[in-house]
């Protein structure tokens, strides 16, 4: 496999370290085959049971879906609950991997020239990528099941970073630029709407809705957790995070729990309450990226290493 292309496109100051489409840790200028390599972290993928049945959560004992050195990221559960898929990182190529309970160990789902970033399971159960292509577009596509890329999503939407389906036919994408920005596109139509600005990676499908949440940078650095209507296409704020991190990692649950990481402590809120409250200590786990179950027994973060 190739080493990942010096043209790849980057993440402003607003997204913080690498853990997306191949975005230097400092986020400054363009980023070479032999940085990404040298400054993707070390993180690993660790599951946990999850207790999301009452008012009040409970996560079980953690343990690793990875443990080779080096980066696996970007995980995202199947829309049949069998398993997960996610990024890694082989000598500075990106690829999809994947794990179906009780099939053994991980297994390649891409295996190409190009890199692949942001593994999303699209309405009706495709899964849809961020392809790092050779002319230096950077491009939403769709994959056959056997993991080879069958056509771009969104044939004229360039730069983007990540995204979250609204329905099987509308997605929200995060556009890279200075600053990032939220985009609404209509694969049928191909329109291309704007909704927001200064925003967070972490874009999320909320359960139960045509919505998708995200998170809102203030100018003064404040971030806050909003909607995104699917009918109207405006935004509204929920809550305020409890950190200050822009990247703003969050996830769902089915039961409408919205779930964050502070420092120490994985931390839920829901819609009535005025504050976040802890679901469980994380000790000396570095934690970022979150992903629940669609049934909501399973949480998946990732771990720096």
């Known amino acids: 496999m190739s080493?990942?292309?010096?043209?790849?496109?980057?993440?402003?100051?607003?997204?913080?370290a690498v853990g997306g489409c191949a975005e230097p840790q400092d986020g400054r200028g363009p980023a070479t085959a032999d940085s990404i390599a040298a400054t993707a972290p070390g993180t690993d993928v660790v599951g946990a049971p999850l207790d999301a049945s009452g008012d009040t959560l409970r996560m079980g004992r953690p343990t690793p879906v990875t443990t080779r050195p080096g980066y696996d990221?970007?995980?995202?559960?199947?829309?049949?609950?069998?398993?997960?898929?996610?990024t890694a990182i082989h000598d500075g190529q990106a690829d999809v991997y994947r794990k179906i309970e009780d099939e053994g160990g991980p297994a390649p789902v891409t295996d190409t020239p190009e890199s692949e970033f942001s593994p999303t399971p699209r309405p009706g159960g495709a899964l849809t990528l961020v392809r790092v292509e050779a002319d230096g577009r950077q491009r939403l596509w769709r994959y056959r099941a056997d993991g080879t890329p069958d056509a771009p999503v969104l044939p004229d939407a360039d730069s983007v970073g990540y995204h979250a389906w609204l329905d099987s036919s509308r997605?929200?994408?995060f556009v890279l630029g200075?600053?990032?920005?939220?985009?609404?596109a209509n694969v049928k139509?191909?329109?291309?709407?704007?909704?927001?600005?200064?925003?967070?990676?972490?874009?999320?499908?909320?359960?139960?809705?045509a919505d998708v949440s995200f998170v809102q940078v203030?100018?003064?650095s404040s971030v806050a957790i909003h909607r995104l209507d699917g009918a109207s296409l405006t935004t509204r704020r929920l809550t305020e995070a409890p950190t200050n991190a822009p990247t703003g990692d969050h996830a769902w649950t089915p039961g409408g729990h919205l779930l964050m990481t502070t420092e120490d402590s994985l931390v839920a809120w829901r819609r009535g309450r005025a504050d976040w409250r802890p679901v469980a200590a994380l000790d000396t786990m570095d934690v970022s990226r979150l992903a629940v179950s669609p049934s909501g027994d399973r949480l998946a973060m990732v771990v720096a290493e």
């Open 189 to 209: 139509s191909g329109t291309d709407t704007v909704v927001a600005r200064r925003i967070g990676r972490s874009l999320q499908s909320v359960p139960g809705r």
């Open 171 to 173: 997605v929200a994408l």
């Open 73 to 86: 990221n970007q995980p995202a559960f199947l829309t049949d609950g069998s398993g997960l898929v996610w």
């Open 178 to 184: 200075a600053p990032p920005t939220l985009h609404v």
């Open 218 to 220: 203030g100018p003064d």
């Open 3 to 16: 080493r990942v292309r010096s043209w790849i496109l980057v993440v402003g100051v607003l997204v913080g």
